[in-house]
């Protein structure tokens, strides 16, 4: 079993910034891939960032330029950097860690709201 804590999100005016964390309490020598889905009220759940144990990237073309996801290892984290945060941008944000050995987890979700 994997448990994925996430920490961040909040409320932001327009044009701010906030950052998103995401711990994995166990690693896969196997390798993963890391990133963070969003659902926005009455919306499909979209993916946002992901970003590979071997640090390939991936994001939404609504956040290119954006949004900037890193990963540590060594701790099992990862992060997202959001900057110019756009009220479009309000969601609930899902941490997901897709492990080839223990299959994918998500984390409890934290809300991001972005004020016009």
């Known amino acids: 079993q994997v448990q994925l804590v996430e920490s961040g999100g909040g409320l932001v005016q327009a044009g701010g910034s906030l950052t998103l964390s995401c711990a994995a309490s166990r690693s896969d020598p196997g390798g993963s891939t890391m990133g963070w889905y969003r659902q926005a009220p009455g919306a499909q759940r979209e993916l946002v960032a992901s970003?590979?144990?071997?640090?390939?990237?991936n994001y939404a073309d609504s956040v290119k330029g954006r949004f900037t996801i890193s990963r540590e290892i060594a701790k099992d984290t990862a992060a997202l950097q959001m900057n110019s945060l756009q009220p479009e941008d309000t969601g609930v944000y899902y941490c997901?860690?897709?492990?080839?050995?223990?299959?994918?987890?998500w984390g409890q979700g934290t809300q991001v709201t972005v004020s016009s």
């Open positions: 997901y860690a897709h492990f080839s050995r223990y299959g994918v987890y």
């Open positions: 970003i590979t144990t071997i640090g390939n990237t």
